[in-house]
């Protein structure tokens, strides 16, 4: 630019002019200043449009861990190929940088831009938390999304986050989860008092108040568990993961079951101040990375559980069994004392309690018209 402007000078210093000449170059050459900071701004403000940026997102599972596992890595790729490398994710498993039940305090503290993990861990810190991830005897995944993307839950869900700086999105449903494991047949509930399994959550409360012994602890620590005797039973997922952890070499039963998590769904932990740093491109981005992902890993577990399954009968000589229907009454009956409890201790639990019950009453009605029948007739 100076360049130009010194160009200017020496030509009106050098060449006779006319009033009128001088006047019409003075404004051409004006214009071609005006038009060379123009490009140079606009320049200066595609160098920062293209700025990249390098995120960590850290998870609650083991590296690559089918299904769980592979949705952060999924979102990964997603905002890698959408951003044009713009945003770059790199995904750690749980313990490479944080154990996998601190990955909500390593967000929260800016330790790392992401996370990936189920939001019943985080019960002390939020009461109303585990309603965003599985309810006993509450709504299917695909109700769940229903509820979070159109029902009020997603505005619900950045309430209970926000004080924590932390947005949170969908993860990933693995879809209704099985009963689980066990070392010994359940014929009523008086086999689950003094049982020690791996149960999170408000499903862990049910457990404890019908005389069980609930344990909170990662899946990579399940099998190690089971083998020693430290627990009698565990839930996990369902037959895709539960055959690549190999639960059928240290456990005896598999509860078919579904009744504590009929639709878990996993979730994306964004640090808010990291989120709010990048343009707004790249946030959409970010945005439609998480429902991708959310979408491909509950498709991924309708397509692979069954075939998992028969792995496990055929090839493992798993014996997969029902829980009886008065322990399933029972464990009913409880789960609504502890819900009722729960709304009474936490005004916050009551609000998105008073959501989710709403739409669930309501889809639930529509789903017994629709495909229960459906199911039925098609035998």
Same mark, same amino acid.
């Given at each position: 630019m100076n360049i130009i402007k010194n160009s200017i000078h020496h030509v009106r210093s050098r060449i006779p002019m006319t009033k009128s000449l001088y006047v019409i170059t003075g404004v051409f050459l004006s214009l071609l200043i005006s038009s060379c900071g123009e490009k140079e701004n606009s320049n200066q403000a595609a160098t920062v449009e293209q700025q990249s940026y390098e995120w960590k997102l850290v998870t609650s599972w083991p590296k690559n861990f089918p299904g769980l596992g592979l949705a952060p890595e999924k979102f990964a790729e997603y905002v890698n190929q959408m951003s044009n490398g713009r945003l770059t994710v790199k995904v750690f498993g749980a313990g490479e940088i944080v154990p996998g039940l601190e990955v909500f305090d390593a967000v929260s503290q800016g330790t790392v831009q992401m996370g990936h993990s189920g939001a019943y861990y985080w019960k002390g810190k939020i009461p109303a938390s585990p309603i965003f991830a599985a309810m006993p005897f509450g709504m299917t995944g695909s109700e769940f999304n229903a509820w979070i993307t159109y029902g009020g839950g997603q505005e619900l869900w950045e309430e209970m986050y926000k004080p924590f700086g932390i947005l949170p999105m969908l993860g990933g449903s693995s879809g209704a989860q099985f009963a689980g494991?066990?070392?010994?047949?359940?014929?009523?509930?008086?086999?689950?008092?003094?049982?020690?399994?791996?149960?999170?959550?408000?499903?862990?409360?049910?457990? #404890?108040?019908?005389?069980?012994?609930?344990?909170?602890?990662?899946?990579?620590?399940?099998?190690?568990?089971?083998?020693?005797?430290?627990?009698?039973?565990? #839930?996990?997922?369902?037959?895709?993961?539960?055959?690549?952890?190999?639960?059928?070499?240290?456990?005896?039963?598999?509860?078919?079951?579904?009744?504590?998590?009929?639709?878990?769904?996993?979730?994306?932990?964004?640090?808010?101040?990291?989120?709010?740093?990048?343009?707004?491109?790249?946030?959409?981005?970010?945005?439609?990375?998480?429902?991708?992902?959310?979408?491909?890993?509950?498709?991924?577990?309708?397509?692979?559980?069954?075939?998992?399954?028969?792995?496990?009968?055929?090839?493992?000589?798993?014996?997969?069994?029902?829980?009886?229907?008065?322990?399933?009454?029972?464990?009913?009956?409880?789960?609504?004392?502890?819900?009722?409890?729960?709304?009474?201790?936490?005004?916050?639990?009551?609000?998105?309690?008073?959501?989710?019950?709403?739409?669930?009453?309501?889809?639930?009605?529509?789903?017994?018209?629709?495909?229960? #029948?459906?199911?039925?007739?098609?035998?």
């Open positions: 494991w066990f070392n010994k047949e359940i014929n009523s509930i008086e086999d689950l008092k003094g049982l020690k399994m791996r149960l999170p959550g408000i499903g862990g409360e049910i457990l #404890e108040r019908a005389g069980g012994v609930p344990v909170t602890i990662v899946g990579g620590e399940i099998f190690s568990s089971l083998q020693s005797g430290a627990l009698d039973a565990s #839930e996990w997922v369902g037959p895709y993961n539960d055959l690549s952890f190999g639960f059928h070499q240290v456990a005896k039963y598999y509860y078919s079951t579904i009744w504590h998590e009929p639709g878990t769904t996993l979730e994306f932990l964004i640090n808010e101040k990291a989120f709010n740093a990048l343009p707004e491109d790249l946030q959409h981005i970010v945005t439609l990375a998480t429902k991708a992902a959310n979408q491909s890993t509950f498709d991924e577990y309708n397509a692979r559980n069954h075939n998992a399954l028969t792995t496990l009968i055929n090839e493992h000589n798993v014996e997969v069994k029902a829980l009886p229907q008065d322990v399933i009454d029972e464990l009913r009956t409880i789960t609504a004392e502890v819900i009722n409890e729960q709304i009474a201790a936490d005004e916050n639990f009551a609000k998105v309690w008073k959501s989710y019950s709403e739409f669930l009453t309501s889809i639930g009605k529509y789903h017994q018209l629709t495909l229960l #029948e459906y199911y039925k007739n098609r035998g």
